[in-house]
């Protein structure tokens, strides 16, 4: 039997918030609550990013809370999704030219960076909103 869980409206607020505050209007933006996303207990969030339909759904953790942590990890997930188009190329444009070896090492460098800078931004910009 699965079980549902609710949106919280303070985490439907931010996500809304957020969406405007990243010019990402143009975007349909899902929030999926589960006990643990991709099986994973140590996952707060998970984005999931259709670019062709101009949708992501994010699925958080259910035990989220409203603090700094938990509202950079919503900011992770909508940067990871409004720069879907670049991961796009990357991954069905630019690696099915690279050999397997090569195509390996471009795919652990190219997620490193991306997660790296990715998290980067998202405490850059909580941060210059609370300002």
């Known amino acids: 039997m699965a079980i549902d869980l609710e949106v919280p409206q303070w985490l439907a607020d931010k996500c809304n918030a ?11 933006i899902g929030i999926v609550m589960a006990l643990a ?21 994010i699925t958080v953790r259910a035990d989220i809370e409203d ?3 938990w509202e950079v990890s919503l ?5 990871h999704i ?3 188009r670049i991961d796009y190329v990357v991954q069905k444009v630019m690696r099915p030219y ?6 390996g ?5 190219y997620r490193g960076v991306v997660e790296s800078y990715t998290q980067s931004m998202a405490w850059t910009l909580l941060r210059g909103y609370q300002e």
């Open 18 to 28: 957020w969406v405007a505050r990243l010019s990402m209007e143009e975007w349909t």
């Open 37 to 57: 996303p991709n099986d994973d207990p140590d996952v707060r969030a998970l984005a999931e990013q259709y670019p062709d339909l101009n949708y992501g759904r």
């Open 67 to 69: 603090n700094e942590e």
């Open 75 to 79: 900011i992770h997930g909508l940067l």
């Open 82 to 84: 409004k720069h879907s």
């Open 98 to 103: 690279l050999g397997d070896t090569a195509e």
């Open 105 to 109: 090492m471009a795919d652990i460098m």
